[in-house]
């Protein structure tokens, strides 16, 4: 039997198709645009649940399968520990800020700066705050070209290539639609990710010969919560991170701003920790 390694024909038109319905869904939502509010809160009109699915979807990237995936292979269940420890910060985010953020009533946590130190503060912080924001982002648009590279397999997608066509198509209709193209594009992917887990989960114990063979099998400490070089105080240092990256994060505080009233922003926090300890 022989082993495929790259994409076939229809890899290639699944592939083409999802871009096609994220730029179809970036179109479809311009249409709403009518002020910045529209723009960039969805008017506040977005039902918590589905903020909560693009705020769980925001949490990981490309990058994320890549890390985790390693350090499971490395350390075991030390990777499920360095995850789940995580949502100790949202939940704490959520009962000190995300409250506080929506009643703020404003656009953006730039503009919040704005409204509630100066205008020159606001500079401060958008100047300090987009070589990160490139860095980050240009991360994830990279991680995602190494799967697209190795599944393409073709000498015409090079990573210049890739990263490029990512880029663009982001881009594209994240600026199309605002929010809601961003919010519901986000579900469209939750889906996939869905029906992807649904797929491979089974097919992964199967190629395993079930769980008796997997736990049978297992390499000594793959059972650990924690390995070195990973210790408690790690742990610790990583609550902090994720309190600070998901509670005063631009794109993140956007998903609160998104939401009705103070009540769904933090039903929407405390949604994301509920999937993220069950994913």
Known sequence: MDTITHLQGIDFAVIAAYFLIVILIGTYFARYIRQARDYFTAGANIPWWLAAISFWMATF?????????????????TALTLYCIGIPGMIIGAWLFVGRWRRARQMSPIGFVEARFSP??????????????????AIRIYATAIFLAAALGSEFF?????????????LSYSLLGG???????????F???????VLVFPLSV???DGFGSFFANMPEGFMRPLSPPYDLYQLLT?????????HAGWAMIQKYNCVRSEKDARRVVYAVA???FIG
């Open 61 to 77: 990237s490309s990058l994320s399968f890549v890390t985790y995936a390693e350090l499971g292979y490395k350390y075991g269940l």
């Open 120 to 137: 020159a503060l606001k500079q401060v912080f958008v100047w300090t705050g987009f070589p990160l924001r490139l860095a980050d982002n």
């Open 158 to 170: 090079t990573m210049t290539r890739i990263i490029w066509l990512t880029g663009i198509i982001t």
């Open 179 to 189: 929010q809601w193209s961003v919010i519901v594009t986000d579900f469209v992917q």
């Open 191 to 197: 889906i996939i990710l869905c029906l992807a887990v």
């Open 206 to 208: 199967k190629a395993v």
């Open 238 to 246: 990583w609550i902090v991170l994720v309190f600070f990256s998901f």
């Open 274 to 276: 509920a999937w993220s």
